[in-house]
């Protein structure tokens, strides 16, 4: 066992001549060399993320130690690592903690590893993408198949699922299979056909520019299958935008417009005879690093504005410069769905849509549902058998005596 060298001392720089293995007490963390690379951990978060049995619900992987609990004054009695075993604590409240270099590793949130495991995708360029493809068959019956599926789902944002029969409510069987369907208001399953008496201007035959479905909710659906049972119309082809690759050409092009766009609260709302949805938020929403998490964009179901009269023109200049890349055409995707085909959006991204058609050419009907995003990425964590975390260390083991 390596014992701890150093005490009390300043956070050491990072050095590739480290030796392997070697441990540095610090006043508040500590910086341990492990796999060719220094890292450095607090005491309060080793601390908080111990593994002792006292501290854990083993059956379950939950916190037993309830966290602010933790005085700030937490730090090692004694300390030392073994390139077998890990990084073994004795902490000054009496606690026996070991922390495998597995677990060390895989939890180190240096910035590295932070950004390796943030959720990466791919912004379709100018041109848009061929909409990845998959086969029913292999989508339910694979789990290859079904992996594939949500890589493509995470990544663009959007698939098609060829081959899905043509019968009522299969869409909602296919939700069931990859996760779960997010009720709203209006029908589980939604159906978009021809209806002079709609309550959407989905039901007429007119274009339907791009857009995000249900802003009028605070958390949107974040995942919509549209399957087409029948699509044998003139026209109608089916329009999908990258809104996250607009809104980073916006960004790139208007920085201002863009903050307008994060800062300004815009009211949606969709009601039926019975139902009613409405919630006001800015169109983008940002995540912690600073990148779109949230796009909302429904120009039809839009309502007054209800800001500062100062705010009222920075508004407008800046959607009307977002709607002319949404208009542009490009970041666009173009396609005539077929009869059996699903197409999957991640609506808090991909924005769809569809071209004019002639409702006297051919039948043309299809149900949608909606799901969230959280589901499928959850989905595929499981495929890949990383939804379990990864214990510090063995459960019930005994630190009397080591
Ligand atoms: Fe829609």
């Known amino acids: 066992m390596t014992e701890a060298t150093g005490l009390g001392g300043a956070r050491t720089a990072p050095s590739s001549s480290a030796p392997e293995g070697q441990l540095t007490l610090g006043e508040r963390s500590l910086s341990l060399v492990l796999a060719g690379r220094q890292r450095h951990f607090h005491y309060v978060w080793l601390r908080d993320n111990s593994w002792a049995e006292s501290d854990r619900v083993f059956q379950s992987s939950e916190r037993k130690l309830f966290t602010p609990a933790i005085p700030a004054t937490v730090a090692p009695a004694e300390a030392a690592f073994d390139p077998q075993e890990g990084l073994e604590v004795r902490w000054n409240d009496g606690q026996r903690s070991r922390y495998s270099p597995g677990w060390l590793r895989k939890y180190d949130y240096s910035e590295a590893p932070r950004s390796g495991r943030r959720h990466g995708v791919t912004l379709w360029g100018e041109e848009g993408i061929d909409v990845p493809r998959f086969s029913h068959a292999d989508v339910v019956n694979t789990a290859e198949g079904e992996l594939a599926y949500l890589d493509a789902v995470a990544e663009y944002g959007a698939a098609v699922v060829t081959g899905v029969p043509s019968v ?179 609506s808090h991204r991909v924005l769809h849509g569809r071209l004019p058609y002639d409702p006297a050419s051919g039948a043309r009907h299809l149900q949608d549902v909606y799901m969230e995003f959280d589901d499928l990425l959850a989905r595929r964590r499981v495929l890949r058998g990383e939804h379990k975390p990864l214990a510090a260390q063995p459960a019930g083991e005994t630190r009397e005596g080591r």
């Not at 790139?252 to 766009?261: G, I, K, N, S």
Request: some cysteine.
């Open 168 to 346: 009522e409510h299969e869409v909602e069987r296919f939700a069931e299979t990859v996760g779960h369907v997010r009720e709203v208001a209006f029908e589980r399953v939604h159906n978009v056909r021809h209806d002079p008496a709609g309550y959407n201007v989905a039901h007429t035959p007119g274009e339907l520019k791009p857009h995000t479905d249900l802003p009028s909710y605070n958390w949107p659906p974040s995942i919509q299958l549209l399957h087409f049972l029948t699509n044998q119309t003139t026209g109608g082809e089916s329009t999908l935008v990258d809104g996250w690759a607009a809104l980073a050409e916006l960004r790139a092009q208007a920085p201002a417009h863009f903050a307008t766009l994060c800062r300004v609260p815009v009211p949606y709302q969709l009601f039926s005879q019975d139902e009613d949805t409405w919630a006001e938020n800015p169109m983008i929403q940002l995540d912690t690093d600073g990148n779109v998490k949230v796009f909302r964009f429904s120009n039809q179901l839009a309502q007054p504005l209800s800001i500062p009269f100062d705010e009222v023109e920075a508004f407008y200049d800046a959607y009307r410069q977002l709607g002319g890349i949404i208009d542009s055409g490009r970041h666009r995707a173009t396609f005539k769905s077929a009869d059996g085909d699903l197409v999957t959006v991640h």
